[in-house]
Each structure stands twice: as C-alpha cells, then as structure tokens.
C-alpha cells in the first residue's frame, strides 16, 4: 500500500521547457520534502512544507519552485531546466520536523 | 513488488553499548545497498555496499552485506549520545534509473 505517492515514475522534457512533478500521501503528515539527488549521492533537501509554510533551502536554485494546494498533495516545478537538472526528484514525508522521514519511489527526470 | 524491511524499528541503548542494525530487501536485478543517518531533515550518506562479504567500516560503524540471504547489517560499537539518529537502509536496483527502495528506519536512542 503506498503511502508516498510519486508521478510520474519518469519523465523527459526538453532543455528551457518547464516542467511539474507531482507527490501526494495517504499519511496525513505535516511535513512534506522535495530532494534532489544524482547518481550514488545522498538526497539533497530543496525545500519542504510544514503545513502551509514554505521553508527554502538556502542553496536552492531559483529555477526550483514548490506548491502545496493541501496536505495531501505538494508539487515541484520547474521553470527552466538545464541539463544539469536531470536527477532523480524524491518526495518524502514525516509527522513533524526530526520525525522519521517516509519516502516515494522518486521520479527520474531528464533533460534533452 | 520490490521492498526493503528495517528491524527493529526503534531502539534504546546506553552510552558504550554496540548495537546491530538489520536491513533485509527484495528487489529485482539489485545493483546496490546504501545505509544512511537521518538527523533532522536530510540523509547523509553512509555505505554502499554492493559485493558480498566485504565489510566497510568507517570509524566505530561498520556494515556488510549477505547477498545470499539478501541482507544487511549496521553495526555501531562504543555507541555515543551522538549516533541518536534514524539510520535509512536503501536498495538501488540495476535499470539505469537511479530508483531508490527505502526501508522505514530504526530509529536508535543513545542515552548517556
């Protein structure tokens, strides 16, 4: 039974053209993270939502932006991608901020 | 279906204790193991492991890897108040997509 639930599973698009991956939970967590993360690295936290309020990672590239319409659902565009945005993009969960994180299976972007 | 099972999910030990942490997985076409330390809000990567039998050891951690019985160990020696942490077991199957299977953690306690 997924609880973190991630589409699509791949997804292709073009260099400069935007781009929407989307995550959705049956958890009802608070808390919910986008990461980016490349090949044999640890994910890397863009930004999360506790509940409505948005909290950006310092070093997050303004290309990378983040709705949440509700608590089940928190999306992840991207306005501009340039090749060096393809990576694996993984949603997670958890209850409340040092809870344990639950994971999706990640969505692999890539940029031709 | 591919899943990755941590055991125990949480545990409580004191100040110079070794614990043993258990990860056992399913997957198809394996390529790899990783464990991590998840402290607040991201992973911070640990092993990889992807051959049998060869332990990898980084100060008091060490972890190996039965690809036999498909699973795998963390073991902490000399535990201090600082290895407080959920510790993530991954699995990345061979593809070409960089997918990641992660377990739901042991969350692991260390009092002083």
């Known amino acids: 039974d997924a609880m973190v639930i991630q589409n699509p599973r791949y997804q292709v698009t073009q260099f400069g053209k935007p781009v929407t991956l989307s995550c959705s939970q049956t958890?009802?967590?608070?808390?919910m993270y986008w990461y980016q993360q490349k090949s044999s690295q640890a994910p890397k936290l863009l930004f999360h939502y506790y509940d409505k309020d948005f909290n950006n990672e310092a070093d997050t590239p303004d290309n990378f932006q983040s709705r949440r319409p509700n608590t089940s659902f928190c999306f992840l565009d991207i306005r501009s991608p340039g090749l060096g945005d393809a990576a694996m993009y993984l949603c997670?969960?958890?209850?409340?901020?040092?809870?344990?994180?639950?994971f999706g299976s990640g969505t692999q972007l890539s940029v031709l | 279906e591919d899943k990755v099972v941590q055991s125990p999910l949480s545990l409580v030990v004191h100040e110079g204790d070794t614990v043993t942490l258990n990860c056992s997985y399913e997957v198809t076409n394996f390529r790899s193991l990783l464990w991590y330390k998840q402290e607040k809000k991201a992973p911070t990567f640990l092993f990889m492991l992807?051959?049998?039998?060869i332990e990898k050891k980084s100060g008091r951690l060490s972890s190996i890897l039965d690809k036999k019985e498909l699973f795998s160990i963390l073991n902490i020696t000399a535990t201090q108040t600082g290895d407080s942490a959920i510790y993530l077991c991954?699995?990345?199957?061979?593809?070409?997509?960089?997918?990641?299977?992660f377990g739901t953690g042991t969350r692991l306690t260390v009092i002083p």
């Open positions: 997670a969960t958890s209850s409340g901020i040092n809870e344990k994180l639950f």
């Open positions: 958890l009802n967590h608070n808390v």
């Open positions: 991954a699995v990345e199957p061979r593809g070409g997509a960089n997918n990641l299977f």
């Open positions: 992807t051959s049998s039998g």
